[in-house]
């Protein structure tokens, strides 16, 4: 039986929307270090879905962890992950991923949901 070839999906443009559970990322971190490791969390949690080194946090979503000061950052937060191809021709990475905040009444019920591109 001949191998066939499977074409990677990391090149692919695509959106998605997440729920991130930040209280356990960052429990046990001092309270003056909880908001800065929260968008480091995201940066990290963007990257290990989306596969791009190059992580984009929009002003949007870090006004949304700092709203209630450095020490309580909410417990969860819905996000956006968009791959995007870099406009930039001297950039090393041909993609980069764009993280944007979206605002829920209630965390109750969702999931991981493909977003179709604007």
Same mark, same amino acid.
């Given at each position: 039986?001949?191998?066939?070839?499977? &074409?990677s999906a990391i090149n692919e443009l695509v959106t998605r929307e997440y729920t991130?559970? =930040?209280? &356990? +990322?960052?429990h046990g971190v001092?309270?003056?270090?909880r908001a800065p490791r929260a968008v480091k969390e995201i940066r990290k949690f963007a990257f290990k879905m989306m596969g791009t080194p190059d992580v984009r946090v929009d002003q949007g979503l870090n006004k949304a962890l700092w709203s209630k000061g450095i020490r309580s950052v909410p417990h969860r937060i819905r996000v956006r992950l968009? +791959? &995007?191809r870099n406009e930039?021709?001297?950039? $090393?990475?041909?993609?980069? %991923? =764009? $993280? %944007?905040?979206v605002p829920v009444s209630s965390f109750k019920g969702l999931g991981i949901k493909n977003v179709d591109e604007d």
């Open positions: 039986m001949p191998k066939i070839k499977k &074409k991130i559970h =930040l209280h &356990k +990322r960052i001092g309270f003056k270090k968009s +791959r &995007k930039d021709d001297d950039s $090393v990475h041909s993609l980069y %991923t =764009l $993280v %944007t905040h």
